[in-house]
T-cell receptor, first 114, second 113 residues
């Protein structure tokens, strides 16, 4: 099993450009999450999904959109990138059962917006 | 919503010493408390977790304690080694419905040989 994978690993964007980050998991997990990590700020939740076709806002959703068309994939979109979106983005997933709450993280995507 | 405070933000110890990182949470309904270790440039990885029906859990050199009354939990690392150097995050989860993990801001642990 590959676990949780993210594409791309690195990206540099100019202000105003758009891009999509892809998260894929092969563990048949119901729940998926997108976080951003900034120095001294910990991990902040952007959006999450509890199942195919459903998404919800997290703590810092502005400027991002998400889609979960397939259970194994969770896409994070930036429609018009801003320098404030320079960050490391982590995807995570877990089972949807109350007794299986461990979250597994992907390797991260380092995004720089100039 | 839940709020998790983590202290200290940095911690320097000598190899062989013990290290303690403390977290407090605000919502008494939180009932799952994981700790993640993140090495430089890597993903966060779960190292130990505890549920609210347990007061302490150990796994070799690491242990976590939970005080539900005071709403705080701590990570204890004994006999620290240079490879323990990393950023450690605590988190709390209200395990009902579609609730999400709330993370502390992290502690950078530096273990000097």
């Amino acid at each position: 099993n590959a676990g949780v994978t993210q594409t791309p690993k690195f990206r540099v964007l100019k202000t105003g450009q758009s891009m999509t980050l892809l998260c894929a998991q092969d563990m048949n997990h119901e729940y998926m999450y997108w976080y951003r990590q900034d120095p001294g700020m910990g991990l902040r939740l952007i959006h999450y999904s509890v199942g195919e076709g459903t998404t919800a806002k997290g703590e810092v959703p502005d400027g991002y959109n998400v889609s979960r068309l397939k259970k194994q994939n969770f896409l994070l979109g930036l429609e018009s990138a801003a320098p404030s979106q320079t960050s490391v983005y982590f995807c995570a997933s877990r089972r949807g059962l109350a007794n299986l709450v461990e979250q597994y993280f992907g390797p991260g995507t380092r995004l720089t917006v100039t | 919503g839940e709020n998790v405070e983590q202290h200290p933000s940095t911690l320097s110890v000598q190899e062989g010493d013990s290290a303690v990182i403390k977290c407090t949470y605000s919502d008494s309904a939180s009932n799952y408390f994981p700790w993640y270790k993140q090495e430089l440039g890597k993903r966060p990885q779960l190292i130990i977790d505890i549920r609210s029906n347990v007061g302490e859990k150990k796994d070799q050199r690491i242990a976590v304690t939970l005080n539900k009354t005071a709403k705080h939990f701590s990570l204890h690392i004994t006999e620290t080694q240079p490879e323990d150097s990393a950023v450690y995050f605590c988190a709390a989860l209200i395990n009902r419905g579609y609730s999400t993990l709330t993370f502390g801001k992290g502690t950078m642990l530096l273990v000097s040989p």
